[in-house]
């Protein structure tokens, strides 16, 4: 049966590549410009979008220049001016007369004004290089093409990214387009060592993406790594970075995200400092960091701008959101279940009387109202935007009142729903993770108890150590235990006194320009 | 498949036993207070004090606001016989509904009966169940029955547990009644060089009961009692006091003294092998924080006066506990017996059955010494004789 629909799914594949007309890869470009009008009919048949433009001039209308380009993608005027326009002007005040060889290199060199010319070999790159927003220009009696890069600017502006907020640092965030997105890194690391490399992945989509790294810092073997892992993939389209994360990940069976992401450019670039790869695609905002590891979810862009102490307190403060996000609903279905020789007097009487009349063991209650809460916040997220008062609303009034009022939920139950929920959203990239790991310590608590919870907890902990990313363990610096790390992690050292980059990541030079500098001065200090 | 297998025997381990002691806070009586008393048949009765939670955050919660009295009572006592303690709770769930759950027992009250029966064996459910709650306070009930005690109704606190933990408490810091927690009682039992004792409590009427005073045990059985002077004598010898007020009079005048520190020092001194005396010394720090009276305080002399007098007055209530505990009970409650044991291992083997008898008979010195270190925020009365 599998085998069958497998055979399927493969002749159907086989035929769409078949049926892909521009993928034969050797077919040049034919001299005669009117075979290449012929062929690019066809391979556009039914592309409403697709535009083409004669130009006839010279002397004798001895000239025939085809320019092709998608509708819409190209800005009109720029390719009048810088294109057609100097053509028409050239060709139209001398007489001299030209061969074809030589049109091409007038053209190239001397008449077309915009500043971004590639040549197409091939039908296969000028068809490329249409649809992806050039003009192409084809000559007659020429084998090579012109790509003219008159892209008119799509997209939306640089702005603050919603989902990473920051109270300090910039505020841009990366955009759909990528060369916009290249551009913010490169503005913040004016290093020819930044480097880029281009890739196109997607067989129907063609999509850029770009592995982006500071050679001499990044680990020159992860690199490898990223581009191996990136050109296994096999896809029709990548439409996020979040098609790539799933493709290149070390470990299809976990729940912790082991490839990072961010929106915004200055959290990117310092991970690109710490020897991280970024891989960036266009169409998204969201670019991919690797490798990444658990101690990034409780770390901000805000901690290195802030004094370290308070940095420090508000790490583990998150730290303590983690855990509570994770085992605060296990725990306390444990302790009204299975461990009420621990609880003191007084609140035992609290908790007592709180889930008086209620129906439901704990456990159930406890489930039902996370899954409401979760059940909001969903809707929260794909809700138009102008029903969310509504929503609120009726969030604020379900869960917190009413349910109480009828006895359905304790109000002690509501409150750490409440507490967990808060909690949960403090470490952003572990979100959904502790959704799912809270679902399972709650049901383990509700059999087994403390017990049960310090167990599992054992197993996660296992689990986590386990992990990697990109051959680096995801629990580093904890496990294996790299001191120097630790200064980036529950506690966050001043700026000045990380001397070294993160060991774990980099390879060679570990030393921090700043702070080599910073120590050679106080050196010289000393010795004055 | 293997998977499979290994997951249905995963689930089965989780679903078969995982939950055999689930059971959810409204599924259990919270026992606030527990009584054991015995009747004249021999058989054992106890009295549970359970508190009803949802009742107690209602009248807590419009504490002061006068209180309907058409509401449910905070806190119902039920008592019920059987042989053993374990037996008659056991058999109270006839009239009871839920599971009694007794680690949150705050007081345990023995009744005079049972305990001049003795207690050394008959507590032994208390030490072996899992969840008696070794932090509860024990008291002894002087004159009325644990149920009679746990059934009053105090204006204070809304359950009566806690009000008689809070009595007792207060007390113990005044130094008149001994505090002991059941793991304590537990300790002493098991001593065999150092006679027990428990506090005692009293019901004064339907609302208020009194903590005071101690009762004396000998081998286990309640002989006798402590009035609140001797107990305070007693916990002075034996080094629990830690606030206490210690009053006298002085050519008219009356003086409270409050003892700020304490430290007691006892001692066996031996003879030709023979313990011959008992030694103790005790050396007090305190403060003046009343004084009723004319005369000048300016002088060190006339704070010497009050030291001197106080001390007779330490002095008296420690010959007193003495005496009661000598004469009257021959229980060596204070503990001389542990110094024997530690430093006259040899001669303790000899004597250690008869040890109380000796201990009764030894001549006791008592020396006090107190110092007084301040004299509040005024020195001498606020009108005083020139």
């Known amino acids: ?268 670039v310092s991970k690109l400092l710490e020897g991280r790869i970024a891989i960036l695609c266009d169409g998204t905002p969201y670019v991919l960091t690797v490798p990444s590891l ?64 209620i129906p439901f063991s704990p456990f159930i209650e406890a489930v039902l109202m996370i899954m409401a809460f979760e059940l909001l916040r969903e809707a929260g997220v794909r809700m138009p935007r102008t029903v969310g008062q509504a929503l609120s609303i009726v969030g604020a009034i379900v869960l917190g009142e009413a349910s109480v009022a009828a006895g359905i939920a304790s109000n002690l139950m509501v409150i750490i729903v409440a507490i967990t929920a808060i909690c949960s959203f403090i470490t952003p990239p572990l979100i959904r993770v502790t959704m799912l790991v809270r679902f399972i310590f709650l049901i383990i608590a509700n059999f087994f108890g403390f017990l049960g919870i310090s167990l599992t907890a054992v197993v996660v902990l296992i689990h986590l150590c386990r992990l990697r990313s990109f051959g680096i363990p995801y629990m580093t610096p904890f496990s294996p235990l790299t001191m120097a790390d630790l200064k980036d992690s529950l506690i966050l050292v001043p700026i000045w006194a990380m001397i070294t980059r993160p060991k774990a990541l980099f390879q060679g030079d570990t030393q921090n320009r700043a702070g080599i500098k910073r120590q050679e001065a106080a050196k010289i200090s000393e010795d004055k | 498949m293997k998977i499979s297998k290994l997951a249905i025997l995963f689930m089965l381990s989780i679903l078969l036993p995982g939950c055999w002691d689930n059971t959810d806070l409204t599924d259990i009586n919270i026992v606030t207070a527990l009584g054991i008393d015995k009747d004249e048949d021999g058989k054992i009765i106890v009295t549970v004090q359970v508190a009803e939670p949802a009742a107690v955050q209602l009248t807590s919660s419009t504490h002061g606001g006068g209180g309907g009295s058409a509401q449910i009572k905070p806190v119902y006592v039920k008592s019920y016989k059987g042989e053993t303690i374990y037996d008659a709770l056991i058999s109270m769930k006839s009239i009871i509904d839920k599971r009694l759950f007794l680690s949150t027992t705050q007081v345990l009250i023995l009744g005079e009966r049972f305990c001049k029966d003795g207690i050394n064996e008959t507590l032994d459910y208390l030490h072996r169940d899992y969840q008696a709650n070794y932090l509860a306070d024990v008291l002894v009930a002087r004159g009325a029955t644990p149920e009679q005690i746990l059934k009053i109704q105090p204006d204070m606190d809304t359950i009566p547990a806690m009000y008689i933990k809070g009595t007792a408490e207060n007390t113990a810091i005044r130094a008149k009644v001994e505090r002991k927690m059941l793991i304590e009682l537990f300790k002493d039992i098991k001593n065999e060089c150092r006679q027990a004792t428990i506090g005692q409590i009293t019901r004064l009427d339907d609302k208020t009961v009194k903590t005071e005073g101690t009762a004396v045990f000998m081998n286990g059985k309640l002989v006798g009692w402590l009035d609140q002077y001797q107990t305070r004598g007693y916990l002075f010898v034996t080094d629990k006091v830690k606030h206490t007020t210690v009053s006298c009079s002085v050519n008219n005048s009356k003086i409270s003294v409050e003892i700020i520190q304490s430290s007691g020092k006892k001692n066996v001194i031996f003879k030709n092998g023979e313990p011959a005396k008992l030694s103790i010394q005790m050396r007090l720090e305190g403060n003046i924080s009343e004084y009723i009276g004319k005369e000048t305080l300016n002088s060190p002399e006339d704070i010497r006066i009050i030291e001197k007098k106080i001390s007779q007055e330490v002095k008296k209530e420690i010959n007193m506990a003495l005496t009661k505990a000598q004469k009257d009970y021959s229980s060596d409650i204070f503990g001389f017996g542990e110094l024997v044991h530690k430093y006259y291992p040899q001669y303790w083997k000899k004597v250690m059955d008869k040890w109380n008898d000796i201990f009764s008979r030894l001549p006791v010195d008592v020396w006090v010494d107190i110092k007084i270190r301040q004299t509040g925020l005024i020195k001498s009365p606020m009108k005083k004789d020139e």
């Open chain 1, 1 to 268: 049966m599998f085998r069958r629909i497998k055979k399927y799914l493969g002749l159907d594949n086989q035929e769409k590549d078949n049926g892909a007309i521009y993928t034969d890869t050797d077919e040049p470009l034919p001299r005669n410009i009117d075979k290449v009008k012929e062929r690019l009919n066809t391979i556009f048949s039914e592309c409403s979008d697709y535009i083409q433009r004669d130009i006839v001039c010279g002397e004798d209308n001895g000239i025939c220049i085809l320019v092709a380009y998608i509708d819409g993608f190209v800005d009109k005027k720029v390719l009048n001016q810088d294109v057609i326009r100097p053509i028409l002007d050239y060709f139209s005040c001398t007489d001299k007369l030209h061969r074809a060889k030589s049109v091409y290199q007038l053209i190239k060199r001397c008449i077309i004004s915009s500043n971004e010319i590639e040549e197409a070999q091939s039908m296969r790159q000028a068809v490329y290089r249409i649809v992806s927003g050039d003009a192409v220009l084809f000559i007659n009696g020429s084998r090579i093409a012109l790509a003219v890069g008159v892209k008119a600017p799509q997209g939306r502006q640089v702005e603050e990214p919603d989902t990473e907020v920051s109270l300090r640092g910039s505020r841009e965030g990366f955009v759909e387009n990528l060369s916009t997105n290249m551009v913010l890194i490169r503005k913040r690391i004016k290093n020819p060592n930044l480097k880029f490399e281009m890739l196109q992945l997607g067989t129907q989509t063609n999509t850029d993406i770009c592995i982006c790294y500071i050679k001499g810092i990044a680990n020159d073997e992860i690199i490898e790594e990223v581009r191996r892992r990136i050109l296994k993939i096999r896809s029709d389209a990548i439409l996020d970075t979040g098609y790539i994360e799933q493709y290149i990940t070390d470990n299809q069976f976990t729940l912790f995200p082991l490839v990072g992401n961010s929106e915004k450019c200055d959290k990117l």
């Open chain 1, 294 to 357: 658990l101690v990034e979810a409780i770390q901000t862009a805000d901690d290195y701008y802030d004094h370290a102490f308070f940095a420090s307190f508000m790490r583990l403060l998150r730290l303590l959101a983690l855990f509570i996000s994770t085992l605060l609903p296990a725990l306390y279905v444990a302790l009204v279940s299975f461990h009420h020789t621990v609880i003191p007097f007084k609140l035992i009487i609290t908790l007592a009387a709180s889930r008086q009349g």
